[in-house]
């Protein structure tokens, strides 16, 4: 003890028989740690107010039992003993029983190896712990794109929960349940991802243990080249897109974000291109344009039978109008402009961010971007853009470039909406909710009330409803199309379920907004009914075909699917490939029809475009360019830019690319052309300029038909009367 | 206020749906995390859609003892093949009905003395959508000891203090009456009196702990249905000692019917001036609210209880500060025990002299008992403090049922440990008791005849504390479900010595653990049982331990596999 009388506002206190004098109201643990005592803890924070859960900084003051130093005040005259048996033993039980639940080594510790539960477990030597095991898994949480969450390493601490309220006010975490089931909860127990976090990190810098990590991206970090930049955390955070975001999370996500600079003329991405990251552009403008020619491939000649070769050319709509072609004079890319159908080419600029829909869902660019003069850029992956993204500031640039720019475009592409006026596209630009939803997250949910309309921004979503044995998938959604109509026209609910497939943004527009436009619109009243009274009138027919085919094997083979099939009677069939043939004379030597397939019955189904139900080959598309007729059958819009995703996606191989050899501005030398390949995607189109489809006209043996397969089966299924044979 | 709002919720909708707790969020500026915390803590919210007869079978000490695992198993079997949208069976914590043991509580009705048949008719009920009505026969009017007005006008010593207010002189006679805290811990109530009445500032809080969820204590149950008056008149003294200028009485959910009681009184004496503006003319002011709990044995422990109050998730706090000093809303507040409160007034009414009295052997006043398990006359006694156990166990609950022997004897619940039938003389004083190795505690005595198999019955309390932490602190939390795993391995069969002897090391140091770091009471005492059964009933559990032999029958039987991890909680 001090031989001096205590002055006013300190106190005398001993630890470990050492005195120690302190200003009052200091802690126990701060007291003896300012005097080189170290007190081991696992929940205790020096930037967090202190809760005292986790007990391993108990010490004994002589009272009955041992008290949390790190919440304990000091009191004058106080004896505090830090290290003595007791204190030791009930420390080392508290270890042994965080450990016998723990799952060791822990993501943080195979990571950096400085789980802080596993380094005081090893100091105290716990090898093996004694207690039982936890029996019941409690889960993993791989929703968020930035932090990986493991519940069953989390040991209530609550340092993330201070991190995220008291340092960062953002409040989403806290905790749930009670006892033993206790655990951390995201807003109301929702995945991380899907919750209002906002990828701040702080939760993660505060965990003592591998329950909130860093995730490590796919594809790690971005190839450095010449022109990149690295930089340090600090850098970034003064940038304002950067606000509130944790040091320590973004030094970890340092290899996820480089700046680079482009010199004028140079290419910053190129359509088709597979990618997985966004760019933000700092300083300078860009040019973005579409360099494939916009057209269809069309193909014509055979007129006078099948003598004479047939070509296949590109045709834009104008030359050749197809039924229930778009009518757009906009086409969607991967930015926050449209590129004009006439003249596909537009200016980005500072503050501009482009490629998101690759970076966040890894489509292929959807148009080919260059620098129009000194361009500095920064380039980033998800787990970065996903940081930016939930960044308020950011978050509200990025929404009103998108405001400012696009969605007009965007409201005039919906055809019923040509007719609004000025003045109401402004008030809805303010009125709009812009909103964001993780791949598989409900958007609306078929017999919900219906309280708005949706303009898909950013992704794709899925309507679909349900029956008995399965889900029937209405349409795939993308940028520039719009859903909710019918539930507001109609009975006031939704008809159809309506899921995000990917990271998907929504423009929503809210049921009062709605009906003022319909209320003072006239023409949008009738158009949207129309609209509405079709689909409604096709999802019917739809649903009335697949109540009747209860077939379980037909569904499964995706014959169901189809709308129209080829189908060769093997009875009749001498392999002889002279559909094939055809086919491959009919469209400039590339066939479409392969003549292998599922087997129904004596028939093989061969494998041509089935128009299916599922449209899988519709996911993805980066410039919406492959849609459905009216009729359900595929049509690829002028604006395909030969990326082949739509080809990859086909489950049955039925869509094809077609090369044809153009003249194109060359990049390098501006001002000059050169001569290259381009593709554009095309399937089966019945061959509409025939008489027939080729292929079935040249069959010799009467054994390729092109049939309707619920009619053409339906004797084969018990159903219906006779078949088209 | 966040429960009344979910309660709002819930009365509507059968449950919490998200949108709801969504837009509840948004109306009252909640983040959703607490709104989840809290949803998510309190056993009397349904996050998701209840079946249409949600069963609940008490399955601790009393009714343990009383067939519990018995009717569960029997209402399994029958409605093994109804849809989990119908029925469900679960177990929950102590209902409070240990003197009609077995209980059990179907959509949120209580029902005790439950046999199967009777039960079953009841679920069938429910699952046709017939409405059920919990039991509530008339109470009998009976005439307490302590009641100091049996045959007069209430509220004397309010009267008296409203016009004298001699503070002083009567924090003087409380003091010298010894008056203790009748909830389990003992402090001295003049004491805790007179440090919220030194405090500054008049923004203090009067609050009763109406919440006994020990299993066994079903006395202040009674005290409330038949002594209400004594309660809140010891709440008003408190008041006007103090000071505080409000009360809230904090009651568990299962007392439907001493709520109304109690709801009647306060009504009655706000009618009559005596609480309210300017009570009886002497210019002082006393409001007092009635607080249902959202349920749960924690919500019992003072700060977990103030806590609750304050609409967060009932977790104990650090002490210090106490609550004398930051209580409710971080104010000084009076907590005390319905049992304390009404002493009170039995002290200043009648005095010190009469007081002391009433005890026996130099203990003070007297006191309300609850006597269940095995006892042939179960029920509450009001009985002389520091008379023999032996005479509350034989003369007032009639001893054995059916005749058997005593074989051993909780004087407070699980918290108090196992006393053997061989020390049933030892005095209920709060002195005897604790050199005894237990407590008088809140006055719960559950009494097991030789039947009844120990090991089992430790199991059984460190089962139903499991059930009942808040999980806030690590020794309790994590520590509490490790004792489980220990002792339901014990059950289990014939373990090695050497493994046993490492298991009763291993048990000690847990124990120790648990006793030393644990934030509040709950964790501090979850080894009391299973310590008790080792010093006085070790032989049994060897016999369990290294034979593999229950010597009473009861554990290795198909009915008991699993209990151990049955939780009464929500899934």
């Not at chain 1, 969450?149 to 201070?162: G, T």
């Amino acid at each position: 003890m001090s031989a001096t009388p205590t002055p006013p506002g300190l106190i005398d206190i001993t630890i470990d028989g050492q005195p120690i004098r302190v200003p009052a109201n200091t802690s126990v643990f701060d007291a003896a740690r300012m005097h080189g005592i170290s007190i081991p803890t696992l929940c205790h924070l020096q930037n967090e107010i202190p809760v005292g859960v986790c007990r391993l900084c108990v010490v004994d003051t002589g009272a009955r039992v041992l008290t949390a130093s790190c919440v304990r005040p000091v009191e004058a005259g106080m004896k505090v003993v830090t290290n003595s048996e007791k204190v030791l033993s009930a420390r080392k039980t508290l270890l042994e029983l965080l450990m016998a639940d723990h799952p060791s080594p822990c993501a943080r510790q195979q990571h950096s190896g400085d789980c802080e539960l596993e380094s005081l477990a090893r100091a105290a030597e716990i090898a093996q712990p004694r207690f039982a095991k936890r029996t019941v898994a409690r889960g993993l949480d791989d929703s968020s794109l930035a932090i990986a969450v493991d519940h069953d390493a989390c040991i209530l601490c609550d340092r993330c929960i201070r991190g995220c309220d008291e340092v960062k006010n953002n409040f989403v975490l806290g905790r749930m349940g009670r006892g033993y089931a206790a655990g951390i909860a995201f807003g109301l127990n929702s995945p991380m991802g899907d919750s209002a976090c906002i990828s701040c990190g702080e939760c993660m810098v505060s965990c003592p243990t591998g329950a909130l990590t860093n995730k490590i991206v796919v594809g790690a970090s971005i190839v450095a080249g010449p022109d990149a930049q690295g930089f340090e955390a600090e850098d970034l955070l003064r940038l304002p897109i950067f606000k509130g975001v944790s040091g320590t999370f973004l030094e970890l996500n340092r290899g996820a974000i480089v700046k680079r600079t482009y010199k004028p003329g140079e290419i910053i991405c190129r359509e088709g291109d597979f990618g997985s990251t966004a760019f933000y552009i700092l300083e300078g403008s860009a040019q973005v344009s579409i360099s494939s020619p916009i057209a269809h491939v069309k193909t014509a000649g055979g007129a006078k039978g099948l003598f004479k070769r047939l070509t296949s050319s590109l045709a834009p709509r104008e030359d050749d109008a197809r039924d229930d072609e778009a009518r757009d004079r906009t086409i969607p890319i991967d930015a926050s402009v449209d590129l004009s159908y006439d003249n596909p080419v537009a200016e980005l600029g500072p503050g501009d961010l482009f490629g998101e829909m690759t970076c966040m869902n890894f489509y292929p660019r959807s148009a080919t971007v260059r620098a129009a003069s000194h361009v500095v850029a920064y380039e980033m992956l998800r787990n970065v853009l996903d940081i930016m993204m939930k960044n308020k500031t950011f978050r509200a640039q990025v929404d009103g470039n998108y405001r400012r720019r696009a969605l007009e475009s965007h409201l005039r592409g919906v055809p019923m909406f040509a007719d609004l006026a000025p003045d109401f596209i402004d008030h809805l630009k303010n009125s709009v909710e812009l909103q964001r939803y993780a791949p598989g997250q409900i958007v609306a949910r078929q017999g919900d009330p219906a309280d708005s309309f949706y303009l898909v921004r950013i992704g794709f979503v899925k309507i679909s409803e349900n029956y008995p044995g399965g889900e029937l998938v209405l349409a795939y959604l993308s940028r520039g199309d719009y859903f909710g109509e019918i539930g507001l026209l109609g009975g006031g609910t939704r008809t159809a379920d309506c899921t995000a497939l990917d990271h998907v943004e929504l423009v929503r527009i809210s049921g009062d907004d709605f009906r003022q436009m319909v209320d003072r619109f006239p023409s949008v009243r009738r158009g949207l009914e129309t609209v509405a009274e079709e689909r409604r009138a096709q999802n019917q027919q739809r649903m009335q075909t697949v109540h009747n085919v209860p077939i379980d094997q037909f569904l499964s083979q995706g014959l169901m699917e189809a709308q129209s099939l080829l189908i060769l009677d093997l009875q009749n069939c001498t392999r002889c490939d002279a559909c094939v043939n055809a086919c491959a004379d009919a469209h400039d030597g590339v066939t479409r029809l392969v003549r292998e397939g599922l087997r129904f019955d004596q028939y093989l189904v061969a494998t041509s475009c089935r128009q299916c139900r599922d449209p899988l080959c519709m996911v993805g598309c980066p410039v919406g360019a492959i849609r459905r007729r009216n009729s359900l059958e595929v049509i690829i819009e002028d604006w395909c830019i030969g990326c082949g995703l739509c080809a990859n996606n086909c489950p049955y191989g039925n869509i094809n690319l077609h090369p044809f050899e153009i003249t194109v501005d060359d990049l390098e030398h501006p001002g000059r052309k050169k001569a290259a390949i381009k593709q554009k995607a095309t399937s089966c189109d019945l061959c509409t300029y025939l008489k027939e489809p080729s292929c079935v006209y040249a069959c010799p043996h009467d054994a390729a038909h092109r049939v309707d397969p619920r009619t053409f089966f339906a004797e084969m299924l018990g159903q219906g009367q006779g078949s088209q044979k | 206020m966040i429960f009344d709002d979910l309660r709002a919720i819930q009365l509507r909708y059968g449950f919490l749906p998200k949108p709801e707790l969504e837009s509840l969020s948004q109306r009252t500026q909640t983040p959703l995390y607490q709104i989840h915390g809290v949803a998510s803590f309190y056993p009397h919210f349904h996050l998701v859609p209840p079946p249409k007869a949600d069963v609940r079978i008490c399955a601790d000490m009393s009714c343990h003892l009383n067939g519990a695992a018995e009717l569960r198993s029997d209402l399994e079997r029958a409605f093994s093949s109804t849809s989990a949208q119908d029925v469900q069976i679960r177990d929950v914590s102590c209902l409070g009905r240990c003197d009609l043991a077995p209980a059990f509580c179907l959509n949120d009705q209580i029902f005790p003395s439950a046999i199967a048949a009777g039960a079953e008719d009841l679920i069938r009920a429910a699952v046709r959508g017939e409405s059920l009505h919990e039991p509530h026969p008339a109470p009998a009017r009976v005439s307490c000891a302590s009641d100091p007005y049996s045959d007069g006008e209430q509220y004397g010593a309010v009267r008296k203090l409203a016009a004298g207010k001699d503070w002083d002189g009567a924090l003087a006679e409380m003091k010298a009456a010894e008056l203790r805290g009748m909830g389990g811990a003992g402090f001295p109530t003049s004491m805790k009196w007179s440090l919220v009445r030194a405090q500054s500032g008049s923004d203090k809080y009067v609050v009763c702990n109406a919440d006994e969820s020990e299993p066994g204590t079903i006395k202040d149950r009674f005290i409330m249905t038949h002594l209400p008056h004594l309660v809140i008149e010891g709440m008003m003294l408190a008041g006007f000692i103090t000071g505080a200028k409000k009360g809230i009485v904090y009651i568990r959910h299962e007392y439907h019917a001493q709520e109304e009681i109690l709801g009647a009184e306060i009504r009655r004496c706000y009618q009559a001036k005596l609480l309210g503006k300017n009570i009886l003319g002497s210019g002082l002011d006393f409001d007092l609210e009635i607080f249902v709990s959202p349920g749960g044995y924690i919500c019992g422990e003072e700060t977990a209880l103030l806590e609750a109050i304050e609409g967060k998730r009932a977790e104990p706090r650090n002490k210090p500060p106490f609550p004398v000093q930051a209580g409710l809303w971080q104010k000084p507040t009076v907590l005390n025990n319905v049992e304390t409160f009404a002493n009170v007034p039995q002290i200043l009414a009648r005095g010190v002299d009469w007081y002391i009295a009433q005890g026996q052997g130099g203990s003070r006043g007297l006191k309300f008992v609850g006597v269940s398990g095995h006892a042939a006359r179960p029920g509450i006694y009001e009985v002389p403090m520091g008379c023999a156990m032996r005479e509350v166990i034989f003369d007032f609950a009639g001893g054995m049922r059916g005749g058997r022997q005593l074989k051993a004897f909780a004087p407070s619940g699980p918290s108090s440990g196992y006393l053997p039938a061989s020390m049933v003389d030892v005095r209920l004083d709060f002195k005897a008791l604790a050199d005894a190795g237990s407590m008088l505690g809140s006055g719960a005595i559950v009494v097991c005849d030789d039947t009844t198999c120990m090991l089992d019955m430790a199991l059984n309390a460190v089962r139903f504390y499991r059930n009942e932490s808040c999980g806030k602190c690590v020794p309790c939390r994590v520590g509490s479900q490790k004792m489980v795993d220990l002792l339901a391995r014990w059950t289990r069969g014939p373990l090695p010595e050497s493994q046993y002897r490492s298991d009763l090391a291993l048990l000690d140091e847990l124990s120790q653990a648990m006793a030393l770091t644990s934030i509040c009471g709950l964790g501090q005492i979850v080894p009391a049982p299973i310590q008790s059964v080792l010093k006085h009933f070790r032989a049994e559990v060897d016999a369990h331990v290294l034979q593999g032999k229950c010597p009473s029958g009861i554990c290795f039987t198909a009915s008991r596999a699993g209990e151990a991890n049955r939780v009464g909680i929500r899934p």
